[in-house]
């Protein structure tokens, strides 16, 4: 089965469920080792951890932002 094959058949007889199902799986099918990451990737991500370290205070824990994300908006 072709590529556009998979892709014609999962868009168009799966599911809404089934197909997030089938995106998770892709998705946690990807090891970290899979990907080339460009090098100014990872130099922002240190930049942002040095900042972190700078300024710890600065920070809001990810419970905290997840908690403002999912309260009703006024």
Do not use: K
């Not at 014609?8 to 799986?25: F, G, H, V, W």
């Not at 998705?27 to 951890?49: A, I, K, N, Q």
Request: no cysteine; charged share 40%; hydrophobic share 40%.
């Amino acid at each position: 089965m072709t590529r556009a094959e998979i892709r014609e058949q999962a868009l168009t007889q799966l599911s809404p469920s089934e197909r997030i199902a089938l995106a998770e799986d892709l998705w946690d099918s990807v090891r970290p080792g899979d990907l080339d990451v460009p090098d100014w990737h990872l130099e922002v991500v240190r930049e942002r951890l040095d900042q972190d370290d700078d300024s710890p205070d600065d920070v809001i824990p990810g419970e905290e932002v997840l908690a403002r994300l999912r309260a009703p908006r006024a």
